[in-house]
């Protein structure tokens, strides 16, 4: 467990950053305007937390903060998604394929499947991946990063075989960890860590959040608000009915179950701390959302359009600016 900062008075943050594919550009953007305010005497950063693109974000956040500073923490962030767009002539075809056959496959039409391990693209878009984590982070700086930290980084994975949740903490993030954490099945294939192979942190925990609660051993070291940030809509007007919205909603609804699961566990705490059910090591925790929003078919997560990227960067700095102001 890292060491707090004395920030005497300030309100102590741990930030929750939901897996969502491409989506999780959103985080970035989000993430890039609210950092700043920690470098101020309110708020004080105590952990961040990720789950596949989310994972991606809190690592290049949390590198980013504690080698050079929250303006460097944002221009690793914006940095990190420029690189995962697709911007070569070849990309861009690959890219508009492969969401032509999402969507397509989302309105129920019948498509060939493969495994990610009968297909040579996956070994290129693995590998891909981590040229792209290792261009922006010095993973071997991580646990000396981590000795000193003021906040923990908790990453999500999902291990295969014992059908277990795992979580990676501090020092033992490493870019291979990430990519455990984004390893979706349909496009990568297991990520061997140890005697262990991992995929999707979806399958697991989206994102991290009671780690927050459980690690630290005395109320002071826990954080007074989880800020969450949120890409699955947990709400949504209208009963879907059309083949491709159905498959939306339940692709939402089942990347939330774990969420709200840790969230109602947060809920069950704070109602148990008022009824003096609890000892003193525990306290209330306040949960925030910064969302997405619910305007984004699912096949969009695998997006990569550098157009696309940068309206999703746009859209988290809008939101994060307005959860700010109503703060205010």
């Not at 956040?61 to 980013?64: P, Q």
């Not at 069950?268 to 925030?288: A, H, T």
């Not at 997405?292 to 969009?300: E, I, K, M, Q, R």
């Given at each position: 467990m890292s060491e707090r900062g004395d920030a005497d008075g300030a309100t102590s943050v741990a930030i929750?950053?939901?897996?969502?594919?491409?989506?999780?550009?959103?985080?970035a953007g989000v993430l890039e305007r609210v950092l700043p305010i920690f470098d101020g005497d309110s708020y004080e950063l105590v952990g961040l937390s990720g789950t596949s693109g989310g994972a991606v974000c809190a690592t290049a956040?949390?590198?980013?903060l504690h080698v050079r500073g929250t303006e460097y923490a944002a221009a690793?962030?914006?940095?990190?998604?420029?690189?995962?767009?697709?911007?070569?002539?070849?990309?861009?075809?690959?890219?508009?394929?492969?969401v032509a056959l999402a969507k397509f496959a989302a309105r129920g039409g019948p498509i060939p499947l493969f495994s990610p391990y009968e297909l040579p693209y996956t070994k290129f878009g693995r590998d891909q991946f981590l040229d792209t984590l290792e261009t922006h982070v010095e993973f071997d700086r991580i646990p000396d990063l981590a000795a000193d930290a003021s906040a923990d980084l908790i990453l999500g994975a999902a291990d295969v075989t014992e059908g277990e949740f795992e979580t990676f903490v501090n020092e033992e993030v490493t870019a291979e960890t990430v990519l455990a954490s984004a390893a979706i099945p349909t496009l990568f294939e297991a990520v061997g860590i140890g005697d262990h192979w991992y995929w999707d942190g979806l399958f697991s925990?989206?994102?991290?959040?009671?780690?927050?609660?459980?690690?630290p051993e005395t109320a002071s070291e826990k954080p007074d608000e989880i800020?969450?940030?949120?890409?699955?809509p947990k709400h949504r007007e209208e009963v879907p009915e059309s083949v491709e919205d159905i498959a939306d909603r339940r692709n939402e609804l089942s990347a939330n179950l774990s969420l709200f699961q840790e969230v109602y566990?947060?809920?069950?705490?704070?109602?148990?701390?008022?009824?003096?059910?609890?000892?003193?090591?525990?306290?209330?925790?306040?949960?925030?959302f910064?969302?997405?929003?619910?305007?984004?078919?699912?096949?969009?997560?695998?997006d990569r359009d550098p157009e696309f990227v940068d309206r999703l960067l746009q859209r988290g700095q809008r939101r994060a600016e307005r959860f700010l102001r109503s703060r205010r």
């Open positions: 929750a950053c939901q897996g969502g594919g491409s989506h999780t550009a959103f985080t956040a949390w590198y980013g690793t962030l914006e940095s990190v998604w420029r690189d995962f767009a697709a911007t070569s002539p070849f990309e861009r075809v690959a890219n508009a394929w492969f925990q989206n994102p991290p959040i009671r780690d927050f609660l459980t690690m800020w969450i940030v949120q890409i699955n566990f947060i809920e069950k705490m704070n109602d148990l701390i008022e009824r003096g059910s609890l000892p003193q090591q525990y306290k209330p925790v306040e949960v925030e910064v969302d997405l929003g619910s305007d984004l078919p699912a096949p969009t997560k695998i």
